[in-house]
């Protein structure tokens, strides 16, 4: 179980938020912590511990007036770690190969490829062209409806008509290199992991897979290397002592062996 460091940027500032707080009408957002460092600070700080495989994600939506500014502070952090994070936030086939030419390792989609509740399977192939397969990550990031996970698009305002599983992991796989799960029901709350969707993810095997929502302590972590049988990497945010909260960042890195 590796870390993967994150950089969530909303309004032009690395923020920690609560996930379902986060609405596109006014830009707002229920804010954990607000730093005072910009983008480029902690892509430094992640490259001076060698960890790739981070992500930098823009969360206004590509027509909101802050969208500039988010992506003027992820190319920041892009800049600052060449080929060590990710970049994910209104990416499409249009604009993929600019965020790899700026230095990110991949790209992050969801709402281009979960489109009207339903997957593009076309959009998928045009993506793929543009950055290839090895530089594509799927955000299937979900939340609980009537009894079942869904995936949810949008920032995570919108449910679409995808169940999350192993199937439909097993089903995209061949269009991407890396998923990334948001548990959203417990992303930025610190209420602990969505144990219940971590042992659905536990049961794909296949590509890389890094779950982020909830985590709040080392027992946390404990559970997720149990339930995901170590092969399940990991994201933490406003639970970090970098964002505000109780877990040394230097700890983390030692119970993950890096």
Request: charged share 25%; aromatic share 10%.
């Amino acid at each position: 179980m590796k870390f993967r460091p994150c950089i969530d940027i909303h309004n032009g500032k690395v923020k920690q938020i609560i996930g379902g707080s986060l609405l596109d009408q006014g830009d707002q957002a229920e804010e954990n912590f607000v730093s005072a460092h910009d983008a480029g600070f902690y892509g430094k700080l992640y490259k001076k511990n060698q960890l790739s495989g981070g992500h930098v994600i823009l969360l206004n939506a590509k027509d909101s007036p802050y969208y500039e500014a988010d992506r003027m502070e992820a190319v920041k952090a892009l800049e600052a770690f060449p080929g060590g994070l990710q970049a994910g936030g209104g990416i499409t086939d249009e604009n993929a190969a600019y965020f790899i030419h700026k230095g990110a390792s991949h790209v992050i989609v969801t709402s281009f490829v979960f489109s009207d509740g339903e997957i593009r399977y076309d959009r998928l192939e045009r993506l793929r062209d543009a950055v290839g397969r090895e530089h594509l990550v799927l955000d299937l990031s979900c939340r609980k409806k009537e009894g079942d996970y869904y995936v949810v698009t949008d920032r995570w305002q919108k449910f679409t008509k995808e169940k999350m599983s192993g199937s439909l992991l097993k089903e995209l796989e061949v269009y991407c290199d890396e998923f990334l799960i948001h548990g959203v029901d417990v992303e930025g709350k610190s209420q602990g992991i969505d144990h219940e969707l971590v042992k659905i993810l536990a049961q794909y095997q296949g590509n890389p897979l890094t779950y982020a929502g909830g985590v709040r302590s080392f027992e946390d972590l404990e559970l997720l290397k149990k339930y995901g049988k170590s092969r399940i990497d990991v994201t933490i945010g406003s639970a970090l002592d970098l964002f505000g909260g109780p877990m040394e960042f230097s700890k983390v890195l030692s119970y993950c062996g890096q």
